[in-house]
């Protein structure tokens, strides 16, 4: 069975930090690119962050450059995204998903997490 599981999210000022994990499970990691989305109320879905093992290159959303931060431990299968200087406008679902090569294009998505929730506010 194919499983995206995200963890991490929570409450946090802002200027503060997270880190969000995201582990995979039930596909070959190697194969495929994992990214980052987020959804705040009342918004659509909006990619953050991309990596890939086959990609020497990172990705990320211009609102969250130099702030955010995406690796990856192929070794357990698991993605990170370190969140410094949090805003309250990252508030939002996090979630995490899989793709063949990092894309903003939702509909190109195989699998895709629950989500976790982040919220920054005083």
């Known amino acids: 069975e194919v499983q995206l599981v995200e963890s991490g999210g929570g409450l946090v000022q802002p200027g503060g930090s997270l880190r969000l994990s995201c582990v995979a499970s039930?596909?070959?990691?190697?194969?495929?690119?994992i990214a980052w989305f987020r959804q705040a109320p009342g918004k659509e879905r909006e990619g953050v962050s991309c990596?890939?093992?086959?990609?020497?290159?990172?990705y990320y959303a211009n609102s969250v450059k130099g702030r955010f931060t995406i690796s990856s431990d192929s070794a357990k299968n698991m993605v990170y995204l370190q969140m410094n200087s949090l805003k309250p406008e990252d508030t939002a679902v996090y979630y995490c998903?899989?793709?063949?090569?990092?894309?903003?294009?939702?509909?190109?998505?195989?699998?895709w997490g629950q989500g976790t929730q982040v919220t920054v506010s005083s």
């Open positions: 998903a899989a793709v063949f090569r990092c894309s903003w294009y939702q509909t190109r998505y195989d699998y």
């Open positions: 990596i890939s093992d086959n990609d020497p290159s990172s």
């Open positions: 039930g596909f070959s990691f190697d194969d495929y690119a």
